[in-house]
C-alpha cells in the first residue's frame, strides 16, 4: 500500500510559480510510476505529468509542457511538481497518483492522494 499527501498549493497570480509535493509512504514507493493529474470545476480530473519509478522517462500533456516539471526523489519518498508561467486555466485540484506503470489515464493508478487547491489569478 501506498498512502499519498500532496502540499503546496495556493493562490498564486498569473505568471508565477509554485512547487507541489507529494509525500509518500509505503515500502513500494520506489518502484512506483507517480502521476500528477488535475481537476478544475465543473470537469473531468485530466492528466498533467507522470515519471516513472526510476525518474528515468517523464511524460507531459500538451497544455503544461514547457512549462511544468516532474521529478522525484526516491530517497525522501517524494515526487514534486515545479509549476511555471502559471495561467488562470491552470486552476484545479491537483492529485498526486502511484501505480505500476506511467500511463495518461487516471485509471491505471491504484492509489491517490486527498489533493491540493492551486488558484491563479489573472
Known amino acids: 500500500q501506498v498512502q499519498l499527501v500532496e502540499s503546496g498549493g495556493g493562490l498564486v497570480q498569473a505568471g508565477g510559480s509554485l512547487r507541489l509535493s507529494c509525500a509518500a509512504s509505503g515500502r513500494t514507493f520506489s518502484r512506483s510510476a507517480m502521476g500528477w493529474f488535475r481537476q478544475a470545476p465543473g470537469k473531468e480530473r485530466e492528466f498533467v505529468a507522470a515519471i516513472s519509478w526510476n525518474g528515468g522517462s517523464t511524460y507531459y500533456a500538451d497544455s503544461v509542457k514547457g512549462r511544468f516539471t516532474i521529478s522525484r526523489d526516491n530517497a525522501k519518498n517524494t515526487v514534486y511538481l515545479q509549476m511555471n508561467r502559471l495561467k488562470p486555466e491552470d486552476t484545479a485540484v491537483y492529485y498526486c497518483?502511484?501505480?505500476?506503470?506511467?500511463?495518461?489515464?487516471?485509471?491505471?493508478?491504484?492509489?491517490w492522494g486527498q489533493g491540493t487547491r492551486v488558484a491563479v489569478s489573472s
Open positions: 497518483a502511484a501505480g505500476p506503470y506511467t500511463d495518461v489515464v487516471a485509471t491505471a493508478y491504484d492509489y
